[in-house]
């Protein structure tokens, strides 16, 4: 399944987040806790080279707790500043002291010269991985548009949020091309892709896939069906248990992969991680 997803908005957005670095004293980075690799765009590395950054593994509520300190670990080990962070939970104090480790030594610098500052903190992050979400969870209003599906964020967006703190709301932006196509079926898999482009059944055969290997039992337990079949009879599996039926009687496959999809984004399926450290350091 060769998936890749640039379109035109996304060149620009790169040009704006370039153009108002300049302007930043900490960037935010937020990637989705279920793929902590894969959600990070490879480019931000060369482009916030120099900028304090630290980076916040969203919808940690929807991960697996084992994966994502096992990814703390990882990116602490590399002296990145990381914490988990759930959305859902409306508690953003861990997210809130991590940013505030990160911008004191520009405010202590300002303080020297009797300047009360204003930190001014940049969000990025891949499409869909919530960063308008955090933003309204940090301001504790909904002051950024937020969406369940990517390019909700279309221009720069700044929020002041007290006399201390602006943040920088910005669009998501993936990279031209994904040299590993498993990367780009995970970021199928948490929507970080239009789903319009994609082929939806095969998204579903290959999550069964995954799931079957790395979480046994989790689909019997959702719509008991029998694991040791092949993918395409448990995707008809699910669909029976679900009643995805055509107008004509028939079983609706196409509906029951968008259903397994469904569930699997929101976390109905459990706390799934698509991704585990050990896959890098193996190289």
């Known amino acids: 399944m060769d998936i890749n997803w640039y379109p ?13 670095l300049s302007r930043v004293d900490v960037v935010v ?35 697996d707790p084992a994966a994502t300190s096992a990814w703390l670990n990882y990116f602490r080990a590399q002296g990145i500043d990381a914490a988990p962070y759930s959305a859902s939970t409306g508690k953003v ?10 911008a004191k030594e520009a405010v202590e610098r300002a ?14 992050g891949v499409p869909n991985v919530g960063k308008s979400t955090f933003i309204n969870s940090y301001a504790g209003k909904a002051c950024a548009k937020t969406g369940n599906k990517p390019g909700v964020t279309k221009g720069k967006q700044w929020i002041r949020l007290s006399k ?12 031209p091309k994904f040299e590993d196509q498993k990367v780009g079926l995970r970021l199928a898999l948490i ?21 079957k290997t790395q979480y046994p039992g989790i689909l019997t337990e ?25 107008k004509g009687g028939e079983l609706d496959y196409s509906k029951a992969a968008a259903l397994l999809i469904d569930e699997f984004r929101s976390g109905k399926l459990g706390k799934v991680t698509l991704e585990w450290p050990k896959e890098q350091e193996n190289g």
């Not at 690799?37 to 950054?53: F, H, I, T």
């Open 191 to 211: 929507g970080s892709i239009r789903d319009e482009i994609l082929n939806t059944d095969e998204l579903a055969v290959e999550l069964i896939r995954f799931l």
């Open 164 to 175: 201390s703190v602006e943040l920088l709301d910005t669009p998501g932006i993936l990279w």
């Open 8 to 20: 035109g908005h996304m060149a620009k957005a790169k040009r704006l987040l370039a153009d108002q």
């Open 111 to 124: 303080a020297q010269k009797g300047i009360r500052k204003t930190v001014k903190a940049m969000v990025v």
């Open 29 to 63: 980075e937020l990637c989705d806790a279920r793929l902590p690799y894969s959600s990070r765009n490879p480019d931000l590395d060369k482009l916030l080279a120099g900028k304090k950054r630290v980076l916040l593994l969203n919808k940690a509520d929807l991960a």
């Open 222 to 246: 959702r719509y008991e069906v029998e694991e040791t079949q092949k993918e395409t009879e448990l995707l008809c599996g699910i669909a029976e248990n679900r009643k995805c039926i055509t």
């Open 93 to 102: 104090k861990d997210a809130l002291a991590v940013i505030d480790r990160a």
